[in-house]
């Protein structure tokens, strides 16, 4: 996974509150068992007019010139509720967007962005009111945007600076979740499930 | 790092996260322990095979098959007796317990936190971790408690009181949080009641929600394939007396009225003897056809609705049934009724419920997810305006620019009825 540092980008504002992941990836719009392929799908019911003749809507954010390759989304409360579909996260990667700046996310949408490298930062709303539209500089490591601070749960801090997948990292611990799991067989038997009936 | 006892994959994403495993070389550390069951996108339609309605859906469910194969997963297969939705099958089969910890890649896993499991929904990602690993890392969520004291009044159900808390405490009013319900008309509830509640705590943005296992939930779970005999010593899955949660929340049950959305987040609930709030959301207003001050009651609708992980399951169908019974449903309205599983399914044809709903004009399908949300499949006309017993009226959720209002299937069965919605 690619390493998030600090990230300098124009911010495109979209300003409502509970964006679910129906709307980020249409479940239409997953056609396929890949993890890739869905960009053009990406907010396809705001984006486009007519989402299966892809008639761009020119009102929509992403749509408007000076967005052009954004890589920052700033958006309002309980961002990325909803559907736990991964897909709304590789969804906004494929298309470019590295971070998402909202007042509040799903705890499920925030899990994957971690997975997947992309940045969740929460930050008071008017503090959002002033980076949307304007450029913004995420430093990771120091914990701001334009000098704003935001605090960030340390383990997904750390996943996202060195990228790390999070797979591997645990199984540097497969004695210990081995050791752990025979005396919870002891403790739990009616866990363990020898062969289905 | 928290060890995961019971992991429970779906056709829509399952493919995708161990097609993933296997092109990492990263086996699947427990097999014995990993579910899965073609629900979210297999045709409902009698005589259903591999093809869905969704176009290029067969390959999902073939994709999947062929990898829980591989990998040793027990699979309940498109026509396979047990099949249905997971968060029905899974209780019904035993398959979760009280006091472990569930995950699956499906946001409403909360449901089954019904049993005093610690059940949520993950990404494909954290499905991958688990089943590689036997574990996830997670941030030790924080507590809330949420007490219903009181009784219920009649005609009032489960899903009138989670709609109720969303629509005071709004949808990211649980943001984060372990949310146990408790009181009086908590343990008032059949399990089957308990799930529709639980199944609705991540519309709160919750970690997950919990009620606390009682005689009901061992009545339940007794005899039931995947459960122990004799029933392990669960009694003392409960929080302490005295406990203290992060943030506590007081409802009186006997103030909660029968209710009904008008937007396009659950939050965007009311009593279904109320009007849209002054303060509503345009942009929801607008896409719903609404105006504030506006009456739901007697708001004339185009589809009735009646399944999802919310409410499909046999008490809910006999509910339903009772109100539809010896009627017709009104003129120009569509009416389904889609079964939670297979089991409730051939349950509720013993007792001659299929009977009494397709005497009435509603369609009587396969179990299945179905149209609870669009998958580029089957869809309801344009501009449908839909009274619908699920869990979420997202913009474009069972179709683009479809308005859903959804409600008990009390509600939506007396709405199918009388044309409009309508207070059963």
Known sequence: ?197 | MIAIDRIFLHERTGAAALNSMASANRAVVDPTRVFAVMDHIVDTRPGRGDKTMMPGGDTFITETRAACHAAGITLFDVNDPDQGITHVISPELGIVLPGCTFVAPDSHTCTQGAFGALAWGIGSSEAEHAMATGTLRVAKPKTMRVTFSGKLTARVTAKDMILHLLADHGAGGGKGYVVEFAGEAITALDMEARMTLCNMATELAAFSGIIAPDAATLDYLKGRRYVPDPLPDWGDLRSDDGALFDCEINIDASAIEPMVSWGTSPSHSISLLGTVPDNADVKALAYMGLTTGQRLADLAIDVAFIGSCTNSRISDLRRAATLVKSKKVAEGVLALVIPGSSSVKRAAEAEGLDKIFTDAGFEWRESGCSLCFFAGGESFPPGSRVISSTNRNFEGRQGPGIRTHIASPEVVAASAIAGKITVP
């Open chain 1, 1 to 197: 996974m690619k390493p998030f540092t600090t990230l300098t980008s124009i911010v495109a504002p979209l300003p409502r509150d509970n964006v679910d992941t129906d709307a980020i990836i249409p479940s239409r719009e997953m056609t396929s068992t890949s993890k890739t392929g869905l960009a053009d799908g990406l907010f396809a019911p705001w984006r486009y007019i007519n989402s299966a003749a892809r008639t761009p809507n020119p009102n929509f954010v992403l749509n408007q010139p000076e967005y052009h390759g954004a890589q920052i989304l700033a958006s309002g409360a309980n961002f990325g509720c909803g559907s736990s579909r991964e897909h709304a996260v590789w969804a906004l990667a494929e298309y470019g967007i590295s971070c998402v700046i909202a007042e509040s996310f799903a705890p499920i949408f925030y899990n994957n962005c971690i997975r997947n490298g992309i940045a969740p930062i929460a930050l008071p709303r008017t503090v959002i009111g002033t980076l949307a539209g304007g450029a913004a500089t995420v430093d990771l490591a120091a914990q701001t945007v334009n000098g704003h601070a935001f605090d960030i749960e340390a383990e997904a801090k750390m996943m996202l600076l060195e990228g790390l997948d999070a797979i591997d990292l645990t199984l540097k611990h497969r004695d210990a979740t081995a050791a752990w799991q025979a005396r919870d067989r002891a403790a739990r038997p009616w866990i363990y499930l020898e062969k289905h009936p």
